[in-house]
């Protein structure tokens, strides 16, 4: 691959970035990659491993000459750090994001992005349970979909490279508007991760089951729910506290799912039971097919895929 960015400036240095980095190197996408971190451990963490090119102390810093320019912080985050960037962001620069909620981060960052300055906001579905600088890796967003979502001031050009770029690192990319965008992946991810939350909840809060028969007998079901309840605690407050309407419009499509499932058990009506179970697996076959999955034992995951 050829370079795409001569310089790539990353603020916040955790998995996504991270890989982001790892998979810039592996594949020869980036001239220069500059990181920061709020975090001086973090810092100091990521120059040891020789995660970027440099490590400077401030965002103002890091994005200084810098052609593309990734937020890979908190979603809550994002709108104070676009203000400390924007005047120092070079024109023809590129201003993007990895945050999982568009619409919030848009609001949020587009009013400190200057005149001739492109913003392209993304989302790359790619995680695992771990975060940190130590946590990325180059095979991360292979195979996975980045999804971008252009606003009314991002540039063509812009965008296309950025996909080239996203690309390059092994992603299939799409695009999609942010209300449509906070909708899926409030069905896909978040309403999931907060059921995930809540079971692992109950477990604990169950105290006729002891923590040592949980972690004992866990089965896979509530294995996976554990790794999902592992995520960092501070990006899933923000997704939960900025996609609002769209993850509660899904709970509540959930509760009335089940409540019906509930009344079915109730009053032992085995069709209602196994006609929703076989509707559900149809989706199970579709996701193995799109190869997001895969029929492997224990989800087919190795702790590397969300």
Known sequence: MSVIYNRVALIGLGLIAGSMAHAMRLHGLAGEIVGTARSAETRETAAKINLCDRI?????????DADLVVLAVP??????????I???LKQGATVTDVGSVKQAVIDAVGPHIPEGVDFVPGHPLAGTE???????????????WCL????????ADAAARLRALWEGMGANVDEMDAEHHDLVLAVTS???????????????????????????YS????RDFTRIAASDPTMWRDVFLTNKEATLEILGRFTEELFALQRAIRTGDGEHLFDYFTRTRA?????????????APDFGRSGTKE
């Open 283 to 295: 989706i199970r076959r579709g996701i193995i097919e799109a190869g997001q999955d895969t029929e």
């Open 219 to 222: 089965a896979a079901g509530f």
């Open 56 to 64: 400077v102390d401030t965002a103002a810093e890091a994005v200084q």
């Open 190 to 216: 978040h309403t999931p991760h907060l059921i995930a939350y809540t079971m692992v909840g109950v477990a604990d809060d169950l105290r006729r089951v002891t923590d040592s028969e949980v972690i004992k």
């Open 130 to 144: 771990h975060s940190g600088p130590l946590s990325g890796f180059a095979s991360l967003f292979q195979n996975r």
């Open 75 to 84: 979603v809550g985050a994002m709108g104070a750090v676009a203000a400390e």
């Open 148 to 155: 971008l979502v252009p606003t009314e001031n991002s540039s």
């Open 86 to 88: 924007g005047p120092h």
